[in-house]
């Protein structure tokens, strides 16, 4: 099992639609959880953070966090053409001297077709 | 967010020679920063860790004589990539963090895209 695992996709969405992304993750004891989006070409850019059970909302994001279940998801409403991108769900599982690594997800490729 | 440099943002050179990336925390103090890899249509992969005054830690399978890390100061570490050859030709992409939690969150410099001749 991976340590952190997205659904690959591609993932087609319509504008205007929702597009839901998904990410389970293996260490239980993970307490803190990133969204990045990466365009094509790009370094990829914090988007969303989330560390308590719950929905956290940043204007058309929304970050989903189910920690018995070991999930996290984030939805995009009012999907535009430019949310095109790949979403990278990233997770610290373990320590580095005083700072945390992120492990990362494969990634989730999403088109919003106009 | 926070902001993180890096130069250059491209760089093409021929097989043999050396080339090191800068990667800057602009607005803050980074104790820790982390350079990684991607290669196209490939996740990102962690090639090391780069702490302040002291050595770097490589991830398994990245050769330390070959990645030069060096993190003089709170703002700033580079990435020597000694006697490069074609198939280190990738995209060299740093992190900075803005703490030492595992709360805090990491931000990317825009990457550096290597081409070796």
């Known amino acids: 099992q991976k340590e952190v695992e997205q659904n690959s996709g591609p993932l087609s969405v319509p504008e205007g639609a929702i597009a839901s992304l998904n990410c389970t993750y293996s260490d239980r004891g993970s307490q803190s959880f990133f969204w990045y989006r990466q365009y094509s070409g790009k370094s990829p850019e914090l988007i969303m953070s989330?560390?308590?059970?719950g929905d956290k909302e940043d204007g058309r994001f929304t970050a989903q966090l189910n920690k018995a279940s070991q999930y996290v998801s984030l939805l995009i409403r009012d999907s535009q053409p430019s949310d095109s991108a790949t979403y990278l769900c990233a997770v610290p599982l373990r320590a580095s001297g005083s700072a945390r690594q992120l492990t990362f997800g494969s990634g989730t490729q999403l088109t919003v077709l106009p | 967010g926070a902001v993180v440099s890096q130069h250059p943002s491209r760089v093409i050179c021929k097989s043999g020679t050396s080339v090191k990336i800068e990667c800057r925390s602009l607005d803050f103090q980074a104790t820790t920063m982390f350079w990684y890899r991607q290669f196209p249509k490939q996740s990102l992969m962690l090639m090391a860790t780069?702490?302040?005054?002291?050595?770097?830690?490589?991830e398994q399978g990245v050769e330390k004589d070959k990645f030069l890390i060096n993190h003089a100061s709170l703002t700033l570490s580079t990435l020597t990539v000694t006697s490069a050859h074609p198939e280190d030709s990738s995209f060299y992409i740093c992190?900075?963090?803005?703490?030492?939690?595992?709360?805090?969150?990491?931000?990317f410099g825009p990457g550096t895209r290597l081409t070796v001749l």
């Open positions: 989330i560390y308590s059970n």
């Open positions: 992190s900075a963090s803005l703490g030492d939690s595992s709360y805090n969150e990491q931000f």
């Open positions: 780069s702490n302040e005054g002291s050595k770097a830690t490589y």
